[in-house]
């Protein structure tokens, strides 16, 4: 099963804004891949068949034929792949997507919009089709940078919501809402406010994203895993809170989460995509 994968970081200044910039092709692990929510967004630009998303339990499907644009969520998604997908997209960093967006972020929480929504029809038929054209996935990877580049503009607030945004995640999101406030010299509601607007969560919505991340990742599939202890280490009141925090942020049991990662693991050894999308059926 074929699956090329290629990612690199931005040049300054979108490497303060963006995680990677990636490009994919060939046959998905599976037709459903679930993506557990994480503090980070995500922009896509597709360049192949449509792809489904649903945003959660409960939410209707929904076709994506020139791509998609999510902040930060607060819920799994699944993405249902066609035999073949081709795209190319941008990991953003929580507060990413604002300098790009013609919408605050809050707009757009749990809800992914198409890039025709974003930039325009004009425009994205446009990239799209020097995208295609393209000579490899370096060169598309440069093009979608200069696009981004073009599009960057003033945000205001940004500085606040960024640098302590950093400060939620250096903590692994064990920091009060009461102490960021104290650093930062606003109130808690300023903050809050700024958040959702750039970021569509707020301050301690992102903070419990960065500690379930954190926590979850360190997660070895193949060892038994301690539950009990992991939740007291991560600073869970208990386990069964840990619980809680799991089937919000995956949409599974901590016990049938580790049974889907090892089944991709069976699966797939080595896959390019292990570790974060899990196997939806």
């Not at 930060?72 to 960093?93: C, D, I, L, M, N």
């Not at 929580?94 to 025709?116: I, K, Q, S």
């Not at 954190?214 to 301690?226: F, K």
Request: aromatic share 8%; proline share 9%; hydrophobic share 40%.
């Amino acid at each position: 099963m074929r699956v090329e994968y290629v990612s690199r970081v931005p040049r300054p200044p979108l490497d303060g804004l963006i995680d990677d910039l990636y490009y994919l092709e060939g046959t998905p692990p599976y037709a459903r891949l679930t993506l557990p929510a994480s503090p980070a967004a995500l922009l896509i630009v597709n360049l192949g068949a449509p792809f489904r998303i649903r945003a959660g339990t409960g939410t209707e499907t929904a076709e994506y034929a020139d791509g998609c644009a999510i902040t930060t969520p607060t819920r799994a998604f699944t993405f249902g792949y066609p035999p073949e997908t081709r795209s190319v997209g941008v990991h953003f960093k929580p507060w990413g997507p604002a300098l790009f967006l013609p919408m605050p972020a809050a707009e757009l929480c749990d809800r992914p919009v198409t890039v025709e929504q974003v930039w325009g029809r004009p425009a994205v038929a446009e990239l799209r089709d020097r995208l295609a054209t393209a000579g490899g996935p370096h060169e598309m990877l440069t093009l979608l940078e200069q696009e981004l580049m073009r599009r960057l503009r003033e945000t205001p607030g940004l500085g606040l919501v960024r640098d302590t945004s950093r400060v939620i995640a250096a903590t692994g999101g064990a920091v009060t809402i009461g102490d960021l406030s104290v650093t930062t010299g606003v109130s808690s509601t300023h903050l809050t406010q700024r958040f959702k607007e750039l970021i569509g969560v707020t301050p301690k919505r992102l903070a419990r994203s960065y500690r379930f991340a954190a926590t979850v990742l360190t997660i070895n599939p193949a060892a038994p895993i301690d539950w009990a202890g992991l939740a007291g280490d991560a600073g869970y009141f208990d386990q069964a809170h840990f619980g809680h925090e799991f089937r919000e942020f995956t949409g599974l049991t901590p016990t049938r989460y580790l049974e889907v990662r090892r089944q991709f693991q069976r699966d797939h050894p080595g896959h390019v995509l292990d570790g974060w999308p899990l196997p939806a059926d």
